[in-house]
């Protein structure tokens, strides 16, 4: 080729290149984030990313409730906004976020479905850390059989009690929470519900596993054996209701692996950020594990836990 047209064809495309270049923010990432609402931090969690050359996309976690899409976050210098519709919330209006970078951190408002504005403020999320070398620890009990000893309630309303070695919850109450937090571990839990029913287990409290009632049905990140709004097992794994099933779960970093039935469900693949209901927003530091009272019914029988050192 000529080097006269060599350099006609370079510079027609550098200048398409130019054209079609993606957006960057030090906006986009995820970000760890706490809503001050009615005297609480409620965690909440927000990815930010483009889409195309030209537009910001992203998901948002509230305090309950499934990853929810964003259809576009609109981006000027380091201030954004976005509006999702309303989930599980009362009342019919979007809840509508303004906020801006200030240093490394997010802040600003949200006004809820309920019209008021409420401040909020964000990290970059910063994932637990993965141990060099795995060094497993000796299994250990959560659950010994006669008692919650070892364990609390988030609230008043304890629905759950112990008969015939059997941890039971009757729904509509509180959660139950180990006193001990964990870092990366691999846990084992026996358990079984009634027909229709929907309960979970939190790793280190913020990632919800799904124990729900969904044999026969197409998987779904919502539903058994999923992690709630984010990673869809590959199969449904779920026995008839009644029948005692197990979970053999690892959470390595922000990685987990799901066993189910003993069918891999999940195989290394990494959680994005917290779950609805998620007792904090500290990705970064150890956790307790976190049974769903306020839901369905469901029965324990074994819960043990192996920590990496």
């Given at each position: 080729m000529p080097f006269?047209?060599?350099?006609s064809v370079f510079f027609i495309a550098f200048f398409v290149c130019l054209g079609f270049s993606q957006k960057t923010s030090p906006l986009e990432g995820r970000w760890d984030m706490v809503i001050?609402?009615?005297?609480?931090?409620?965690?909440?969690?927000l990815e930010i990313r483009h889409s195309g050359h030209k537009t910001f996309v992203g998901r948002y976690v509230y305090a309950f409730g499934s990853a929810r899409p964003v259809a576009e976050v609109k981006i000027a210098d380091n201030r954004f906004s976005f509006s999702i519709p309303p989930q599980w919330e009362e009342g019919d209006r979007s809840m509508d976020f303004e906020g801006e970078l200030v240093g490394d951190q997010l802040k600003g408002t949200m006004v809820y479905t309920d019209g008021k504005s409420y401040p909020f403020t964000g990290k970059?999320?910063?994932?637990?850390?993965?141990?060099?070398?795995?060094?497993?620890?000796?299994?250990?009990s959560l659950f010994n059989g006669?008692?919650?000893?070892?364990?609390?309630?988030?609230?008043?309303?304890?629905?759950?009690?112990v008969t015939d070695g059997i941890l039971?919850?009757?729904?509509g109450g509180s959660n139950l929470i180990t006193n001990e937090k964990f870092g990366?571990?691999?846990l084992k839990a026996e358990f079984r519900y009634p027909k229709g029913s929907n309960s979970g287990i939190y790793?280190?409290?913020?990632?919800?596993?799904?124990?729900?009632?969904n044999k026969g049905m197409e998987p779904?990140?919502?539903?058994?054996?999923g992690v709630y709004g984010f990673l869809e097992p590959n199969q449904m794994a779920a026995k008839n209701a009644g029948e005692w099933q197990t979970y053999e779960i690892t959470l390595i970093g922000n990685r987990v692996t799901i066993i189910a039935n003993g069918n891999s469900v999940i195989t290394d693949q990494t959680i994005p950020g917290i779950t609805g209901g998620a007792i904090d927003s500290e990705e970064d530091q150890p956790g307790p594990i976190m049974l769903q009272g306020d839901h369905g019914a469901v029965e324990f029988r074994s819960l043990e836990i192996i920590p990496i050192q």
């Open positions: 006269k047209y060599f350099n001050e609402k009615d005297g609480k931090q409620l965690p909440s969690w970059k999320q910063t994932a637990f850390p993965t141990p060099e070398k795995m060094v497993w620890s000796e299994q250990k006669k008692n919650t000893d070892g364990w609390h309630l988030d609230g008043d309303k304890n629905k759950w009690t039971s919850n009757a729904g990366n571990f691999k790793l280190r409290g913020r990632y919800e596993v799904q124990i729900t009632d779904s990140d919502i539903y058994f054996g």
